[in-house]
């Protein structure tokens, strides 16, 4: 059984809001990347939506790329805010970082 | 002969970078390193003389040579070169001696002072720079010494920095000067464009290629030069300030040498003047009157020095009096016979002020030094220092047979036999009243009962060093006319001088009556006479009192006083305008160009604080800012697709 594209697109579009709505509001910082790697999954299940249903491979090729580049952006990201709070401000809220205030 | 020419102006050069560098480490014996070196250039200037005097009529045609290629852009060629002639070797002799004795006075002269490591960095550079100008061989090189003279001036005229009248009297020489090299530079400009050379070589003998106008232009903008260098009317108002500088200074540059340098010139330049009558009677007009009009003004003044100065400016223009009448030898002449009496009248005069002003200091007398109001009957302290005054005023007065005597009676006879009779007269009034104020000069500093406390104020005789070149001085103030101009017309200077001219100066057609000649001399000894005649009356006799005749005409008195107010008239003609212009551009500076870069300013930063709000430093905000963009993106799609739809 199908699903119809719709309804794919309605839930890539409610996570990706969903996403969006938490890095805009939410203070700590992990949930901020958490959100980040949700809007990347809405992109991810969008992709693979029009791929099955252009029936086109490359869409879902891409996602892979997709991927890679998160799980190497969750390493990189996960390291950066670990050493923040071990050496600069022991605190996970972003609003504390805010050396580049003008 | 031009071998050795290298060391003329590189010795000078040399001792003057040396000391310049290392004086304040080597200190007295930066003195002993100039006089080496301005004695090896003596040396090679008796040389060169010596050369071109053997080479008799043949030195009319000038050794002309290149030390190196100077500066070669496209077919602008300039070589730093040597002209060697009779005019340049009495130039030489005369620069090379004077600074050379006035090198080996200052060591006495400015003994104590502090800056001395200084000064004899200046005076080598002078000395080099004017031999540099003598040399030169092209107008580039002449206009390279003649502001190298300047800048030396300039630099030994405030040589006691700290003192304002002294810095004022430098610039004011500086900015005077400039006026008149204005005039110079454009001149030289002129004679490229038009000759399409620098060379005295190239352009001489084309004199005549282009009109008389042109030339005549040409010519009178030189002289502007000159004027202002030679401090002739209009220009010789810095003259008498720049006797703020050290009297050895005073007596090198002021009086001997760098003044002379317009005579100089113009005597150079003759094979371009002779062709244009114009200027040629400008220049003896000039000449003419700035010799009274000087003299004028030497008659009443109180300070040693600046008698002095106003006197150099009258014989200056006694010498381009010559120049202007044709007897250009004559100007040489006596500017080779004033560099010694002069000399010798500024150096004794330094003597004088040297030690009546340690006199006064140990007495805690507070009174001017330099007034000889304040002096009297010094020849019982100052013997040699009388002595040579006296030997130098009875040859700056053209006493028979003294130096002053031949150079000045040739230009008369000459200005006389050239029919021109109305600055004949002027030479001759000019004459007998500068027999006048040298000897009102004398009577006063030397001379009747002293106008100061003796019993409190003994001034001493200079020390050796100072006294020496006096002496010298002296003795050629005595001689050198005799022995280099007698007989009048054939003597050995004329000779030597002669070729230089030869070709220049038309022929004379008529050898000058001996009769005639003897009578213009008597009648010029009997100028000098009276002149003197007259201060020993006033100021020796006490017969007749100066104050009476004063009074008597104290409207011509404060004219003259005041220096014809001259300087007033400057001032308010053109020193307060151009004060009054620069302060408006002042202002148009500070407020309107200042106002638009500092209103850039002000602008940039304004901006800057409205946008910095911007930058929170909250990561959300951002995100924010990153979103609204997103959504106005597709927002502006959508809508554009509903339009067009």
Redesign the interface.
């Known amino acids: 059984m199908d699903v119809p594209l719709n309804y794919a697109l309605a839930l890539a579009a409610v996570l990706f809001v969903t996403g ?1 709505a938490g ?3 939410r ?1 700590n910082i992990l949930i ?1 990347f958490m959100s980040v790697e949700l809007m990347l999954n809405a992109v991810n299940l969008q992709l693979l939506a029009f791929s099955r249903y252009f029936g086109n491979v490359n869409g879902q090729i891409f996602v892979f790329f997709v991927l890679v580049v998160a799980a190497a952006e969750a390493a990189v990201g996960l390291a950066i805010i670990v050493s923040l709070v071990r050496h600069y401000k022991d605190s996970l809220m ?2 504390d ?6 | 002969m031009s071998d050795y020419l290298w060391i003329i102006p590189a010795a000078p050069c040399a001792a003057a970078i040396i000391n310049g560098v290392l004086g304040k480490k080597i200190g007295k014996l930066t003195a002993a390193l100039a006089i080496a070196a301005v004695g090896a250039a003596f040396l090679v200037a008796l040389y060169v003389a010596f050369g071109v005097h053997l080479a008799g009529e043949k030195a009319a045609e000038p050794i002309d040579g290149a030390f190196y290629q100077w500066i070669v852009s496209g077919s602008f060629k300039v070589e730093a070169g040597y002209y060697i002639d009779p005019l340049t070797a009495v130039m030489l002799i005369v620069v090379t001696s004077v600074s050379l004795l006035v090198h080996i006075y200052s060591v006495g002269y400015l003994a104590d002072d502090e800056g001395f490591w200084r000064f004899f960095c200046y005076l080598p550079l002078f000395t080099f720079a004017m031999l540099t100008l003598v040399l030169a061989n092209n107008f580039l090189q002449l206009f390279l010494g003649w502001e190298g003279v300047g800048l030396c001036s300039y630099l030994l005229i405030g040589f006691w920095y700290n003192r304002k009248s002294a810095t004022d009297a430098a610039m004011k020489a500086f900015i005077v000067n400039r006026v008149g090299d204005f005039g110079f530079t454009i001149g030289i400009i002129l004679i490229w464009l038009n000759f399409g050379a620098l060379g005295f070589t190239e352009v001489f003998p084309q004199a005549d290629k282009i009109g008389v106008g042109l030339l005549t232009m040409i010519t009178l903008l030189l002289f502007v030069g000159a004027c202002g260098k030679s401090a002739q009317i209009p220009l010789y108002t810095w003259l008498p300030d720049a006797m703020e500088g050290p009297t050895p200074v005073s007596a090198l540059i002021h009086a001997a040498t760098m003044v002379t340098a317009g005579v100089y010139m113009v005597a150079r330049m003759y094979p371009l003047f002779i062709h244009t009558p114009i200027t040629l009677s400008v220049v003896a007009w000039v000449g003419g009157l700035t010799a009274i009009f000087a003299a004028s003004i030497g008659l009443v003044q109180n300070d040693i020095k600046r008698i002095l100065a106003y006197s150099t400016v009258s014989q200056l223009g006694y010498m381009f009096l010559a120049l202007g009448v044709l007897v250009p030898i004559s100007g040489i002449f006596h500017l080779f016979t004033h560099a010694f009496f002069k000399g010798c009248l500024f150096l004794c005069a330094g003597a004088v002020i040297h030690s009546v002003e340690h006199a006064f200091h140990h007495a805690e007398v507070h009174e001017d030094p330099q007034n000889i109001q304040n002096m009297g009957g010094l020849r019982r302290y100052l013997p040699w220092t009388a002595w040579t005054f006296l030997a130098a005023c009875l040859a700056i007065s053209g006493i028979f047979p003294f130096a002053g005597f031949w150079s000045k009676d040739e230009i008369l006879t000459g200005a006389f036999n050239n029919g021109q009779f109305a600055l004949y007269a002027i030479g001759l009034l000019t004459a007998g009243m500068t027999a006048f104020y040298m000897f009102r000069e004398y009577f006063l500093v030397f001379e009747g009962e002293p106008r100061f406390d003796p019993h409190r104020v003994h001034p001493h005789e200079s020390p050796w060093w100072m006294v020496g070149p006096l002496v010298i001085l002296a003795f050629l103030s005595l001689v050198i006319g005799a022995i280099v101009g007698a007989p009048p017309e054939h003597g050995l200077f004329r000779g030597f001088l002669d070729p230089s001219f030869l070709h220049v100066l038309p022929e004379k057609e008529a050898e000058a009556v001996p009769l005639e000649t003897l009578v213009l001399i008597g009648i010029s000894l009997i100028a000098a006479f009276i002149g003197i005649w007259i201060a020993w009356m006033m100021y020796f006799r006490r017969a007749w009192s100066p104050q009476a005749l004063a009074a008597r005409l104290p409207r011509l008195y404060d004219l003259l006083f005041h220096k014809w107010y001259v300087d007033e008239f400057y001032d308010a003609a053109i020193v307060q305008p151009a004060v009054r212009f620069a302060n408006f551009l002042w202002g148009f500076d500070a407020y309107v160009i200042d106002g638009i870069v500092n209103g850039l300013g002000y602008m940039t930063r304004g901006v800057g604080g409205g ?10 905000n951002y ?2 800012g990153i ?1 609204a963009g997103l959504v106005a993106i597709l927002g502006s799609f959508l809508l554009k697709g509903l339009v067009t739809g």
């Open positions: 969006l890095v805009i509001l203070r901020i972003a609003d970082f805010n050396l580049l205030k003008g | 946008l910095r709000g911007l930058q929170t430093g909250v990561v959300g995100a924010l979103v």
